[in-house]
């Protein structure tokens, strides 16, 4: 018996090839969109390819502008974070107090006089008893807080109080040097200050 043989591969026989189709318009919209939205993206939130500048600024001259230039700029941007931690629960946040207990520190005539000597003493010391504020009574009370800040953070707070444009007060920034030399003259000071005291004292020492 014999066995049949397998019939030749013929030569004109080739592998199969996959077919080629035209890729979908769906597709290259959607891919121009990315690539749209994607250059939004980088403009919005590249911050001109600065590695110093992040979310939410957008442009180094935006941080630029910001920053402390001064001294006083620099104690003004710590003021405003000690005042709301210690201040701004009796004297809001702002500024206007709380009468008839706490006065206004917002366009306050003892916040606007030519030197800080008096309101150093008053922080250092605090104050009882009643005081005249831009011609209106208060009767309260303010704790010492000289065993709890430092003189630059008295100096920072005053300075932020002092030149709150916002609050319409201008008067001249306050310098830890200024708050040593009156705690080191305050030293054996106990007792809070009456207003009545604090008049008769000099505003700049």
Known sequence: MSVPKPKA???????????????PVWLFVL??????W???????????????????????????AMMP??????????GR???????????QPTGLGAPPLNPPLAGSDWVAVDGPSRLIRLVLN????????NGQAYNG????????????????????VRQNKGWGNTASAVTPAQVKAIREKTAGRSAAWSPAELLQLPVNE
């Open 31 to 36: 891919l121009g969109l990315l690539a749209f």
């Open 38 to 64: 994607g250059m939004l993206y980088l403009d919005e939130q590249g911050g001109g390819f600065q590695a110093e500048v992040y979310r939410p600024h957008v442009s180094l001259a935006e941080l630029q």
């Open 9 to 23: 591969q013929s030569v004109l026989e080739t592998d199969p090839t996959a077919g080629s189709a035209p890729a």
């Open 141 to 160: 009370a303010m704790p010492p807080w000289r065993d709890l800040l430092t003189d630059e953070q008295i100096a920072s707070v005053l300075t932020y």
């Open 126 to 133: 605090g104050v009882q008893g009643p005081m005249q504020v």
């Open 81 to 91: 974070q000690i005042y709301g931690t210690y201040c701004s629960v009796c004297h």
């Open 69 to 78: 230039k001064s001294e006083g700029d620099v104690l003004f941007a710590n």
